[in-house]
Protein backbone atom coordinates (compact mmCIF):
# COMPACT_ATOMS: atom_id res chain seq x y z
CA UNK A 1 0.00 0.00 0.00
CA UNK A 2 1.35 3.29 -0.99
CA UNK A 3 -0.46 6.55 0.64
CA UNK A 4 0.40 10.21 -0.61
CA UNK A 5 -0.75 13.14 1.67
CA UNK A 6 -1.90 16.52 0.39
CA UNK A 7 -3.46 19.67 1.45
CA UNK A 8 -1.02 21.24 4.72
CA UNK A 9 -0.52 24.64 4.79
CA UNK A 10 -0.60 27.87 6.42
CA UNK A 11 -3.78 29.20 7.76
CA UNK A 12 -5.34 31.53 10.56
CA UNK A 13 -6.22 30.11 13.63
CA UNK A 14 -10.19 29.55 13.90
CA UNK A 15 -9.79 28.84 9.89
CA UNK A 16 -9.83 25.34 8.07
CA UNK A 17 -8.24 23.01 5.64
CA UNK A 18 -8.62 19.96 4.53
CA UNK A 19 -6.27 16.88 4.24
CA UNK A 20 -6.16 14.13 1.14
CA UNK A 21 -4.58 11.07 1.82
CA UNK A 22 -4.75 9.19 -1.65
CA UNK A 23 -4.02 5.10 -1.16
CA UNK A 24 -2.93 3.08 -3.52
CA UNK A 25 -1.78 -0.75 -4.56
CA UNK A 26 -3.38 -3.61 -2.30
CA UNK A 27 -6.32 -1.62 -0.89
CA UNK A 28 -8.74 -4.07 -0.60
CA UNK A 29 -6.60 -5.01 1.96
CA UNK A 30 -6.60 -2.26 4.22
CA UNK A 31 -8.90 -2.65 7.22
CA UNK A 32 -8.21 1.11 8.77
CA UNK A 33 -6.94 4.17 7.88
CA UNK A 34 -5.88 6.90 10.58
CA UNK A 35 -4.48 10.49 10.42
CA UNK A 36 -1.91 11.20 12.84
CA UNK A 37 0.14 13.93 13.79
CA UNK A 38 3.48 14.85 15.52
CA UNK A 39 4.98 18.00 16.76
CA UNK A 40 8.75 18.09 17.44
CA UNK A 41 9.54 16.79 20.76
CA UNK A 42 6.34 14.78 21.22
CA UNK A 43 5.04 11.51 20.34
CA UNK A 44 3.00 11.03 17.35
CA UNK A 45 -0.32 11.26 18.32
CA UNK A 46 -4.06 10.15 16.52
CA UNK A 47 -6.15 12.68 15.53
CA UNK A 48 -8.98 10.51 13.41
CA UNK A 49 -9.48 7.22 12.14
CA UNK A 50 -12.30 5.39 10.03
CA UNK A 51 -12.31 1.78 9.49
CA UNK A 52 -13.58 -0.11 6.27
CA UNK A 53 -17.32 -0.11 8.02
CA UNK A 54 -17.18 3.30 8.33
CA UNK A 55 -16.94 3.84 11.69
CA UNK A 56 -15.34 7.03 13.00
CA UNK A 57 -13.04 7.66 15.96
CA UNK A 58 -11.29 10.84 17.39
CA UNK A 59 -9.79 11.90 20.86
CA UNK A 60 -11.58 14.43 22.62
CA UNK A 61 -8.61 16.93 21.95
CA UNK A 62 -10.21 17.33 18.05
CA UNK A 63 -13.58 15.93 18.47
CA UNK A 64 -16.04 17.98 17.12
CA UNK A 65 -13.66 19.92 15.27
CA UNK A 66 -12.02 17.14 12.76
CA UNK A 67 -13.73 15.05 10.25
CA UNK A 68 -12.11 11.90 8.92
CA UNK A 69 -14.46 10.50 5.50
CA UNK A 70 -13.76 9.03 2.58
CA UNK A 71 -14.48 8.77 -1.12
CA UNK A 72 -17.00 6.15 -2.40
CA UNK A 73 -14.08 3.72 -3.83
CA UNK A 74 -12.47 4.27 -0.32
CA UNK A 75 -9.20 5.36 -1.77
CA UNK A 76 -8.92 8.54 -0.73
CA UNK A 77 -9.51 9.80 2.90
CA UNK A 78 -10.05 13.17 3.73
CA UNK A 79 -9.48 15.18 6.64
CA UNK A 80 -11.97 18.07 7.80
CA UNK A 81 -10.32 20.09 9.64
CA UNK A 82 -12.27 23.50 11.20
CA UNK A 83 -11.79 25.70 14.04
CA UNK A 84 -8.23 25.28 13.73
CA UNK A 85 -5.98 26.49 16.79
CA UNK A 86 -2.22 27.39 17.39
CA UNK A 87 -1.57 23.57 19.33
CA UNK A 88 -3.27 21.66 16.15
CA UNK A 89 0.27 22.82 14.27
CA UNK A 90 2.18 19.73 13.13
CA UNK A 91 2.86 17.25 10.65
CA UNK A 92 0.24 15.21 9.74
CA UNK A 93 0.88 12.00 8.29
CA UNK A 94 -1.70 9.74 6.67
CA UNK A 95 -1.36 6.34 8.04
CA UNK A 96 -3.16 2.69 7.00
CA UNK A 97 -3.68 -0.80 8.11
CA UNK A 98 -3.67 -4.34 6.38
CA UNK A 99 -4.00 -7.21 8.96
CA UNK A 100 -1.07 -6.37 11.33
CA UNK A 101 1.44 -4.06 8.58
CA UNK A 102 1.45 -0.48 9.22
CA UNK A 103 1.72 1.71 6.22
CA UNK A 104 2.30 5.35 6.67
CA UNK A 105 2.62 8.55 3.71
CA UNK A 106 4.53 10.88 3.83
CA UNK A 107 3.99 13.90 6.30
CA UNK A 108 2.30 17.40 5.08
CA UNK A 109 2.82 20.43 7.52
CA UNK A 110 -0.12 22.16 9.07
CA UNK A 111 1.02 25.08 10.67
CA UNK A 112 -1.93 27.86 12.06
CA UNK A 113 -0.88 31.20 13.31
CA UNK A 114 -2.10 32.70 16.64
Known amino acids: VQLQAFGGGLVQAGGSLRLSCAASGSILTITRMDWYRQDPGKQREMVATITTGGVTNYPDSVKGRFTISRDGAKTTVYLQMNSLKAEDTAVYYC?????????WGQGTQVTVSS
Open 95 to 103: HSLSGIVNY
